[in-house]
C-alpha cells in the first residue's frame, strides 16, 4: 500500500513540504525491501517485499542538494 509522508515542525503542526523540497530515500539492503516515491506523488511511498528479512529505510527532507533532515532508521520486516 502507499504511505503518505508528513513532517511535524518544531510548534508540533504537521506539515507537507513547499514544492522546492524533495524526498530522498535510502533503503539499507534492497534485496529485502524496495521503497520509492508513488508516480506523481512526491509525498507518497509505496514499501514493497522482496525476500524474507530485516532492513530499515531513512528518508531525508532534501532541497538545494542537501538533506534539511533525515529520520531514524525505520525497520521493514518482510515475512513469508
Not at 35 to 54: F, L, M, R, Y
Not at 59 to 77: C, F, I, N, Q
Amino acid at each position: 500500500g502507499h504511505l503518505a509522508v508528513r513532517f511535524v515542525d518544531a510548534n508540533g503542526v504537521w506539515f507537507t513540504p513547499e514544492d522546492d523540497y524533495t524526498l530522498g530515500i535510502t533503503v539499507g539492503n534492497t534485496k529485502i525491501s524496495e521503497v520509492e516515491q508513488h508516480e506523481g506523488e512526491p509525498w507518497t511511498i509505496e514499501v514493497e517485499g522482496k525476500n524474507v528479512g530485516s532492513t530499515t529505510f531513512t528518508l531525508s527532507l532534501m532541497h538545494d542538494g542537501h538533506s534539511h533532515y533525515t529520520s531514524p532508521d525505520l525497520p521493514v520486516e518482510v515475512t513469508p
